[in-house]
Every structure is written in C-alpha cells, then in structure tokens.
C-alpha cells in the first residue's frame, strides 16, 4: 500500500520489522501432510538502520515468543526507533527535529484440532503521535495440511497532535484481510491476499503545507479514506538449494490512489551453513483527486504530500544468512541464525517539485538490518 501520510519520518520507518522468513528452497520437497502447529520458541533481535531524503532513523527491537501450555503461545516485541528528519518537507516548512519513537507489542496464539487463533495489542508512541491497535486472526488448515485460509481484523485508535500548539484530533483504523495459501505442487507454492482498510478522522500531517501559487497554506484533507490492495506470490523450488519467487499487488483507494507492486527474488544455499537471498521490488502510483504541486486557486480539500503524488520507486536488497551448528549453539538452543541485509531505495518524483531548485525531485536510500534468532 501507499506509505502512511503520517510525516516522512513515520513513512520511513513503515516497513517490515523483522525480516521475511528467508525462503528455504527445500522447504516445498519436504511438505508433509499434518495438523496445524504453533510457532517454535524463539528470542529475536534486531537492529536497523535507514537514510535517505534527509531522514535518519536508527535503532534495536526485541521479540520473544513461548509456548505456554494447553496449545496456547504468548510473544511480546519492543521497538524503538530514534529518529533525525531534514527532510525536503521539513527544510522547505519548518526546523530539522530529532524525535524518539517506542512501540511495544503482545500476543497470544491458541491452537485449537487444524486452527490458530491470535489476538494482540500494539501501541506506538512517540512526541505527537499516539497508536493503540487490536488484533484478531484465525488461520485454519484444510484438505490434510495443503490450504490453509486466514482471515484478520485489527482496529487502530490514533492520537494526533502538533507539539509547537494545542492542536489535538483522532484517526480510527479498521482492517479487514482474508488469505489463502496453497500447495500446487510437491515444490510449487502460492498465496493470495485481499486487505481493506477504512480510516476515519485527521488523515494528513499537522506540519504540512500546500501551496497556491507559491504561497503556502495548510493542507486540507477529506476525513475518511477507503483503501484496498489485491496481491499473490509464487514460490518454486528447483532443488535443494535454490528458489525463486515474484509476487504482484494492485492497490486502489478512495482518493483516486492506484499502485501497482511488482518484485522477484531468488534464494540459494551456498553450503549447509549459508544461505543467501536477493529480491528487486518496482512500484509506482498515480496521484490523489486532490494532490497538487502548486494549486492555480483555494479548493476545498488541498495537499502537497509527495507520499500522495505521482511516483515510483525501485528496491534492491540482499540477505545473507549464517545457521549456526548445534554444536556452536548454547545448552537449551537446538538452532540459531544471523542475517544481515541491506536494501538500496530509489525515489522518483513525477510532479513534485524541490522549492529551493524548481526541479523534480528524487532521492535514494540505504537499509541497513542484522538480525538474529535463536530457537529453544
């Protein structure tokens, strides 16, 4: 889906936390007909980096998960990320900012004969944002293990504010998913996903300006927004040591947003010890009903939010996975691996345009992670 209209800093931060499961290209050879489980025991942890478009944002994360008792499984995340913007929005409206966001999170998972059922809370929290999220997800097996159908709903409660005022309102946020996994083959595997999202309240940015005819004025956004994205993934293994995989999403939404997603990746296990994974991701969108570069008049709804303009953008990343060795591994930890990864993102604008330059602009980022897991 199209970033978040939260600020640049917040857009920043909005990917995946911890990295997709890397993708083993025997895993589909070795497919065996059982009941539903729940996830292994395992400690995580996690430090990121980004930069790019004049916004830094570093910082560590914590995941633990155990399984309790009577199929129930309990996990618990911490997440923070410190965050320096001299974004073009910031340096072109306001000060450079340093800002510190935290975010913890819980869960529960109940198995039940060939379901899971999960529940969580999140909140997120940071000098002018507030979130607190609730979730509910049933993941059911059929057919002896080879469909599995998931359905999720999560409610956002958000806080907005401005820190230099008084300024105070809301957001509510339902999503709706429903997936479907499915084993074509002894090595042929596919997915595909539907999500809706409605948003209701302050949906734009507090420090953000549009413009008329150069001179600068608040933005004005519509109070609700409906949004809804469609997307599958293949994943074929050729042998024990290679997969490849590519995927496509449509995404569409009430403000005349449409994007489309398209990404390709490999995986392949250079020994037993080493596994390495490289992916290229190309997305590019058409611009809001209301989005405008430099308004010819005053309308009643007006934003300059380069999130909500006409864009694409490229990603090429690669990970690098050590498994450790048992015999390498502490008493109690039966498996344990590293990754580290980088992504490299381009930015490319088609109709928003740097003040200070009068050019389009563009820009590219750096994605730094490493990540380890031990499983108990």
Request: one cysteine or more; aromatic letters at 14%.
């Amino acid at each position: 889906m199209p970033p978040s209209t939260r600020g640049e800093a917040v857009a920043a931060t909005e990917r995946q936390r911890w990295p997709r499961a890397l993708l083993l290209p025997a895993c589909l050879a070795a497919v065996t007909l059982s009941a539903a489980t729940l996830p292994e025991d395992r400690l995580e942890a996690l430090y990121h980096s980004y930069d790019g478009g004049g916004v830094k944002v570093t910082g560590p994360a914590l995941f633990a998960r155990k399984n309790i008792a009577w199929g129930l499984s309990a996990s618990a995340e911490y997440y923070v990320d410190t965050i320096s913007s001299a974004s073009i929005d910031v340096v072109t409206s306001a000060s450079p900012y340093d800002e510190e966001r935290t975010e913890y999170s819980v869960g529960f998972e109940w198995l039940y004969g060939d379901s899971v059922i999960g529940v969580g809370y999140t909140n997120s929290d940071e000098d002018d944002y507030t979130s607190d999220t609730y979730s509910l997800a049933v993941s059911q097996e059929m057919f002896s293990g080879m469909s599995t159908v998931t359905m999720a709903y999560s409610h956002g409660d958000d806080v907005v504010e401005r820190v230099d005022t008084d300024f105070r309102d809301r957001v509510d946020r339902d999503t709706f998913g429903v997936g479907l996994t499915q084993v074509l083959t002894p090595t042929m595997l596919a997915t595909v996903n539907y999500q809706a999202v409605l948003e209701e309240g302050f949906l734009n940015n507090p420090y953000r300006s549009a413009r008329i005819l150069g001179a600068q004025i608040p933005e004005r956004y519509p109070r609700t927004r409906t949004g809804q994205a469609l997307g599958f993934e293949l994943l074929k293994s050729w042998n024990r040591k290679t997969s490849i995989r590519g995927g496509y999403q449509y995404f569409t939404d009430t403000w005349e947003i449409q994007a489309n997603t398209a990404e390709i990746g490999a995986s392949y296990y250079i020994d037993d010890e080493w596994l390495i994974d490289l992916s290229y991701r190309y997305y590019t969108q058409d611009a809001a009903s209301f989005y405008s570069d430099n308004f010819d008049r005053e309308y009643n709804y007006m934003a300059r939010d380069k999130e909500l303009s006409s864009f694409n953008s490229q990603a090429i990343g690669g990970r690098l996975t050590w498994n450790m060795q048992r015999d390498n591994l502490p008493l109690g930890v039966h498996r344990a691996k590293l990754t580290m990864g980088y992504d490299y993102l381009m930015f490319s604008y088609d109709d928003f345009t740097d003040i200070r330059t009068g050019d389009l602009y563009d820009f590219n980022s750096h994605v730094f992670q490493i990540y380890f897991s031990a499983f108990y």
